[in-house]
């Protein structure tokens, strides 16, 4: 199997990869994020997953788009749903266009490994996407490593980000944590 992974960190990749290596699944890294903001996160998270995929001997392929325009003119009507609405399908589908001019028959993504993300929102995406483009859809749910390929990433030095990647995401994340403190 010929699989395209897209990927939205190094740390949320250490699992991903590590468990589809075990089953003999070698997966091509594919960055697309242009919802990451600011610039700098955007930045330090393209920057981390270059080392690490050099570091395990992984291919990767980067596409370079920081979206903050385009992400803004896009959920603004929509913020509560953003994620499902337009997150997932933008990357999802940039992955899966460039998996099927590439050779690449299967897709799947990192974002399935995040307890924090709408788990069957990337799925329904990618399903429709993946039979869209005549793919197939890599379902696992690497939920299941998460805390695994956290306490990995920390114990290599990975980048480690507060947030989903948004500045949505961003506010929502210290907001939660003001009013926890504050509590």
């Given at each position: 199997?010929?699989?395209?992974?897209?990927?939205?960190?190094?740390p949320?990749?250490?699992?991903?990869?590590?468990?589809?290596?075990?089953?003999?699944?070698?997966?091509?890294?594919?960055?697309?994020?242009?919802?990451?903001?600011?610039?700098?996160?955007?930045?330090?998270?393209?920057?981390?997953?270059?080392?690490?995929?050099?570091?395990i001997?992984?291919?990767a392929?980067?596409?370079?788009?920081?979206?903050?325009?385009?992400?803004?003119?896009?959920?603004?009507?929509?913020?509560?749903?953003?994620?499902?609405?337009?997150?997932?399908?933008?990357?999802?589908?940039?992955?899966?266009?460039?998996?099927?001019?590439?050779?690449?028959d299967?897709?799947?993504?990192?974002?399935?490994?995040?307890?924090?993300?709408?788990?069957?929102?990337?799925?329904?995406?990618?399903?429709?996407?993946?039979?869209?483009?005549d793919?197939?859809?890599?379902?696992?749910?690497?939920?299941?490593?998460?805390?695994?390929?956290?306490?990995?990433?920390?114990?290599?030095?990975?980048?480690?980000?507060?947030?989903?990647?948004?500045?949505?995401?961003?506010e929502?994340?210290?907001?939660?944590?003001?009013?926890?403190?504050?509590?």
């Open positions: 199997m010929k699989l395209l992974m897209h990927t939205c960190c190094a949320c990749s250490v699992y991903c990869i590590e468990s589809l290596r075990k089953e003999n699944i070698e997966p091509t890294v594919y960055w697309y994020n242009p919802n990451i903001h600011p610039y700098m996160e955007y930045k330090a998270r393209r920057d981390c997953l270059k080392e690490y995929t050099k570091l001997n992984v291919q392929i980067f596409e370079e788009e920081y979206g903050l325009d385009k992400f803004c003119k896009n959920v603004i009507n929509n913020l509560q749903n953003r994620c499902k609405e337009y997150c997932y399908p933008v990357r999802l589908e940039k992955t899966a266009q460039y998996a099927k001019e590439n050779g690449y299967a897709i799947t993504t990192t974002l399935l490994v995040s307890p924090y993300q709408n788990h069957e929102g990337i799925c329904e995406v990618a399903e429709k996407l993946a039979k869209k483009y793919l197939k859809f890599l379902y696992r749910d690497f939920r299941v490593g998460f805390r695994e390929g956290q306490a990995k990433a920390r114990e290599l030095g990975l980048y480690m980000q507060k947030y989903c990647g948004c500045i949505f995401s961003e929502d994340r210290y907001r939660k944590k003001i009013e926890k403190d504050e509590l």
